[in-house]
């Protein structure tokens, strides 16, 4: 490659060095600028005039007179190199002019030829020095300009061959610098080329370097990876004794085990005709469990009616911090039969009489009021005692039986405090409502096991005013209570429900207390004598439980009625009043009336009339199917410890009383 790149190098130095110079005689035209610059024609031609006004010889003095003689001509000796060099560098382009200009150094000047100053007398011919000849001899003057003249043009001859000379070197040089140029741009090109070739050499040489590095980083990670192999294969090697030796040892293991699996079959083929006998004897005890679950519900119903298909439940509230303290004899608590381990279902309360004091002059005389009912729950009686004498009650909804429990009292005896309990979440002092709950969700697991599934879809809804209200409304539902409607459910119907109420699908316990929350922002409060935050209307909360047993075909569905009943204190005539009070002589007359329809209606079913006053009161209308033949109903009478309220304890505990000695028919489940 280095041969191909000089080659065209040497060859042109070869050829500058051996360029012969293009002209070797000195130059004499004349430099520019001189006064000589027409040639001898025109020279002749300026002459002429002076040759005819010598033949005159009048004029001749005056021509010579009157026109001084011109100074003779002179000719400045130039050399060839500036001639030649001003006509070339025209001609020739720029990638010429370097091989022109390496000729022209090449050519040697020749002798130069001195130069004279203007005004000084022309030379002649010969060597001599011209004698001044007078002014009179024109002719003489004539023959020196005829010599003079025929001296120039000999001088005009020989510069024309000259200049010819120099134009055939031109031409000559010309042409060598076109071929030298012609020359060049080749050379130009092939050095282009050889560049191009070089530089691609130059990328070739660096991409094979780093494809050399990348190879040799290659070969490196080939050679760690070839040094883990081998390492990985020893390894391997030795795992592979290991699990040869495990092999074997798995292979002594596999026939023992193939002598283990003989006599194992053989114990399978028993322990199938054993399962065989067991799923037998399943399908003989689920038989029995069912028929004894049947037999469970039916002695636990007989149980519940044995025990009064309605009961009375008594609750005294305690004292709170800040009341009196009543007096001893005040509340009593009788043992019954079985003495103080027996659980007390009477209650004492002593009264004195002021008036017959007061006509008298002496002691009022005290009276005593006695009171028996199915189980009495003193003040010091906790939320769990209460709901463990219920809890096979709530557990009948379960077997199809509609039940209904509610609370029933004046106010602030504790009946909210019964149904849902106290606020805070704390465990202990849950109500009715959260335990009930949670007791059927508890028992309806277990009986999952025997193929039963239940869904219990909840409701709440409030009584104000003779008014349904929903009590879960939530968001643009608040403040749509008036419009909420009791109605069948459809035609030919008895079920019962609320139009535009929510009925809420529930399944745990946190949805429970979410609706039990909501329900109580939602409800109606206002502060009375009796109570800071007195409920003014009924609130009932109903679970529609629906079972069903797909094995069997059974199914089963029944209402939970919990119901927390308004205050039932009586008016006071002499009481002055004001627009609040209007407001609550509204409530209070709406509450006892309902309360009151309430009493008749369970008094009509006592006495099996063919007429029972339902529709008299929107409570009585909504818990129609939970107060009928086919119901259990259990009432809470709440009364208060305090001696200022024993004249409306003493109505709550009659009104009770005529509750419990009522008996209604026997109960229906309501089974498909």
């Known amino acids: 490659m280095e041969s191909q790149q000089r080659s065209p190098l040497l060859e042109v130095r070869g050829n500058v060095e051996l360029k012969r110079p293009l002209v070797k005689a000195p130059s004499r035209l004349p430099l520019p600028g001189t006064r000589f610059k027409r040639g001898p024609d025109r020279m002749e031609d300026a ?167 990348e190879l040799e980083e290659q070969l490196g990670t080939q050679q760690g990876l070839v040094q883990e192999l081998q390492k990985e294969q020893r390894g391997l090697q030795e795992e592979r004794r290991g699990l040869a030796a495990r092999l074997e040892e798995q292979e002594r293991r596999l026939q023992a085990s193939e002598a283990a699996l003989l006599g194992s079959q053989a114990e399978v083929a028993s322990l199938r ?25 039916r002695l636990h119903n007989q149980l519940q009616e044995l025990k009064g298909n309605i009961r009375v439940f008594c609750r005294v509230r305690p004292v709170l911090p800040g009341e009196p303290t009543p007096s001893p004899g005040f509340l009593l608590f009788p043992s019954g039969l079985g003495g103080p381990s027996d659980p007390p279902t009477r209650l004492s309360i002593s009264r004195s009489d002021e008036r017959r004091g007061t006509l008298s002059g002496t002691p009022a005389p005290t009276t005593r009021h006695d009171f028996s009912f199915d189980r009495v729950f003193p003040p010091g009686s906790g939320q769990d005692q209460v709901f463990e004498e219920i809890a096979m009650l709530v557990q009948s909804a379960l077997d199809g039986y509609p039940v209904c429990i509610f609370a029933y009292g004046q106010t602030g005896s504790g009946k909210t405090f019964t149904m849902e309990g106290g606020p805070g979440g704390d465990p202990q002092v849950e109500g009715l409502i959260p335990r009930a709950l949670r007791h059927l969700f508890s028992v309806a697991q277990e009986l999952g096991g025997q193929g039963w599934t239940y869904s219990f879809v909840a409701s709440y809804v409030e009584i104000y005013n003779e008014t349904v209200r929903d009590l879960l409304a939530a968001g643009t539902r608040k403040g749509q209570g008036s419009e909420c409607e009791i ?134 209308y909504l818990l129609q199917n939970s107060l009928g033949g086919s119901a259990k109903m259990l009432m809470f009478v709440n009364i208060s410890p305090l001696e200022e309220n024993v004249s409306e304890s003493l109505n709550s505990l009659r009104f009770a009383s005529k509750v419990n000695q009522c008996v209604i028919g026997t109960a229906q489940a309501n089974r498909k």
């Open 487 to 620: 109605r069948r459910a459809g035609p030919g119907s008895e079920e019962l429900t609320v139009t535009n109420a929510r009925y809420v699908p529930v399944s745990c316990e946190k949805e429970v207390e979410a609706l039990l929350q909501l329900a109580r922002q939602n409800r109606a409060v206002a502060r009375t004598s009796q109570n800071e935050r007195s409920s003014r209307s009924h609130s009932v909360f109903q679970l529609q439980i629906s079972g069903e047993h797909a094995g069997r075909g059974l199914q089963c569905a029944a209402p939970l009625s919990l119901v927390d009943l308004a205050g039932s204190e009586r008016l006071d005539p002499g009481l002055a009043l004001g627009p609040g009070e209007r407001e609550r002589l509204r409530e209070t007359q709406a509450i006892n009336s309902s309360l009151s329809t309430l009493g008749l209606v369970i008094m009509a079913l006592s006495n099996k009339e063919s007429h029972v006053p339902y529709r008299n009161s929107k409570l009585t």
């Open 47 to 213: 002459l002429e005039p002076e040759k005819k006004r010598t033949r005159g010889l009048d004029t001749v003095t005056k021509i010579a007179t009157s026109h001084p003689r011109p100074p003779a001509l002179t000719v400045r000796p130039q050399t060839q190199s500036q001639t030649t060099a001003p006509k070339v560098a025209k001609k020739t382009g720029p990638r010429c002019s370097t091989a022109i200009g390496t000729v022209l150094k090449n050519q040697k000047p020749g002798p130069a030829v001195p130069a004279q100053k203007p005004g000084a007398a022309p030379s002649v011919l010969g060597g001599k020095k011209p004698t001044k000849r007078p002014a009179w001899d024109l002719k003489g003057q004539l023959c020196d300009l005829s010599a003079e003249l025929k001296c120039c043009r000999e001088r005009t001859q020989t510069l024309n061959q000259e200049n010819q000379q120099l134009q055939d070197q031109l031409k000559e040089a010309q042409q060598q610098a076109r071929a030298l140029g012609a020359e060049c741009r080749t050379l130009e090109g092939e050095l282009a080329r050889v560049q191009a070739q070089a530089e691609q050499g130059q990328q070739e040489l660096g991409s094979l370097r780093a494809r050399v590095l």
């Open 273 to 297: 005709q054993e399962a065989a006998t067991q799923a037998t004897l399943l399908v003989e005890q689920g038989e029995r469990l069912h028929g004894l679950e049947m037999e469970r519900r």
